[in-house]
């Protein structure tokens, strides 16, 4: 976190220490609104206490290290065993800087063959004469 003695975190401070969109935090919001509550300012700004932030980290560890649903994570919040669960999960890594990526990484994910892209051509044609149906 840039400053520590900073006590509301805009949310796009947030988004960026826990490489998450800044949408994801909204909707997590939504899902979880006795554990996530942001001070709104004004325009209706969202701005988190250090807490929220903290508890927001370890929700996405649930999420994303431990593969949890968020079904899962709102019973384990709704039972009371967030922090034991937590403990049995590896600590959360809150940082501001995000994982360069090389042009290895790139050059690793596979492109699209001619056949899929024939597939693809094929399945617009289809939902368009679908559409065309439906009008």
């Given at each position: 976190m840039q400053n520590e003695n900073e006590?509301?975190?805009?949310?796009?401070?947030?988004?960026?220490?826990?490489?998450?969109?800044?949408?994801?935090?909204?909707y997590w919001e939504k899902q979880f609104p006795g554990a996530i509550r942001p001070v709104t300012g004004a325009g209706n700004r969202r701005y988190y206490r250090r807490e929220t932030v903290e508890k927001i980290a370890s929700i996405k560890s649930l999420l994303y290290d431990k593969g949890m649903t968020i079904t899962g994570v709102k019973k384990i919040l709704h039972n009371g065993s967030f922090?034991?669960?937590?403990?049995?999960?590896?600590?959360?890594?809150?940082?501001?800087?995000?994982?360069?990526?090389?042009?290895?990484?790139?050059?690793?994910?596979?492109?699209?063959?001619?056949?899929?892209?024939?597939?693809?051509?094929?399945?617009?044609?289809?939902?368009?004469?679908?559409?065309?149906?439906?009008?």
């Open positions: 006590f509301f975190i805009p949310i796009n401070e947030v988004a960026k220490q826990l490489d998450v969109p800044a949408y994801t935090l909204r922090k034991e669960e937590i403990k049995t999960t590896k600590k959360p890594v809150i940082s501001s800087q995000k994982v360069p990526t090389t042009n290895e990484n790139i050059a690793k994910k596979p492109a699209i063959s001619s056949l899929d892209m024939g597939d693809i051509d094929a399945a617009i044609k289809l939902l368009n004469q679908a559409k065309s149906f439906l009008d």
